[in-house]
């Protein structure tokens, strides 16, 4: 079988459109998807330093991959961000994936760990656990999302880039639905301009199965090591449900992003009403305490 856009043979079939392509014309697709989302988005202007959270998966790896070759012919610059959680024998393998493969690139590379910013590591806060209900990935997304501003802040970038992928989006609304944080909806929208810190995704518009391809076919090297606490949530048996839909009904994924995007769009301004300031930290929140604030304060008091 040929490829749709050249003589070469076809190593992808792409299910929603009917595309059949080889690996150079299917990586082509990729970064200029990318690109167009950046564009329709205006997620990044003319002369951005961008933080890019590089964290050894084949999501970050290949957005920074992507945004190097976007930044050739366009004018920014990139930093990497990677954040050591403190995790025995998972975190290690990443780092040293992500320092080669930034060295190769060319691109500054640090790292910030829990450790040295919040005096835990998430094992560590994890024992100290004030609520059996509240999932290791709850905590540490809280602390993550801190520690990526604080690098962003640290490096003086103008924008934070992150490889949510199209389907990450699609789990997360499920979850706040499922949880009830129908809040939180009005923040999924690509367009974050109404935070401190800027932040992007220009992979919210690609499925994760064509993500994981564009890392093997450009060779990307990515953790193989599993967190081992990623199946205490639910996420992992929404992404099974969701490639089930996708596997008998192609291109239904595109179709609830569209969805998603709208309703977004509609609770957008009544959230932005929300923002305050942490009165602990001067952080933007949404309450008096921001949640990095108020989870510290619960674990260092369950301390032994």
């Excluded at 991959?65 to 050739?72: D, F, P, Q, R, T």
Aim: hydrophobic share 30%; with cysteine; net charge neutral.
């Amino acid at each position: 079988m040929k490829c749709d856009r050249c003589e070469n043979i076809a190593g992808y079939s792409r299910k929603y459109s009917g595309e059949n392509l080889c690996s150079s014309c299917f990586s082509s697709t990729i970064i200029q998807k990318a690109a167009r989302t950046i564009s329709k988005y205006n997620m990044i202007r003319n002369g951005d330093m961008i933080g890019v959270a590089v964290s050894g998966g084949k999501d970050s790896l290949s957005l920074l991959h992507v945004l190097n070759k976007i930044s050739y012919t366009h004018n920014f610059k990139l930093k990497a961000i990677t954040v050591d959680e403190g995790i025995p024998g998972y975190r290690d393998e990443a780092l040293t994936i992500v320092n080669d493969f930034c060295t190769n690139l060319g691109v500054e590379h640090t790292v910030y760990s829990y450790k040295e910013l919040f005096d835990t590591t998430l094992e560590q806060a994890l024992e100290r656990r004030y609520n059996e209900k509240i999932s290791s990935c709850s905590i540490c997304g809280i602390l993550r999302r801190r520690a990526i501003d604080f690098g962003a802040k640290d490096l003086g970038v103008d924008v934070v880039a992150t490889g949510h992928n199209l389907d990450d989006v699609l789990q997360t609304f499920i979850i706040n639905l499922l949880s009830g944080d129908t809040s939180k909806i009005g923040w999924m929208g690509p367009d974050t301009s109404g935070n401190r810190t800027r932040k992007i995704k220009p992979f919210c518009e690609i499925y994760e199965n064509e993500i994981v391809f564009y890392a093997f076919t450009n060779d990307i090297p990515f953790q193989s090591e599993e967190c081992p606490h990623m199946n205490e949530g639910i996420r992992t048996e929404i992404r099974n449900f969701l490639n089930s839909l996708e596997n008998d009904h192609s291109g239904i994924k595109n179709n609830m992003y569209k969805s998603i995007m709208k309703i977004s769009s509609t609770l957008k301004d009544a959230n932005n009403k929300q923002w305050k300031v942490c009165l602990q930290c001067g952080n933007q929140c949404t309450g008096e305490i921001c949640s990095v604030c108020n989870t510290l304060v619960n674990l260092r008091a369950n301390q032994p």
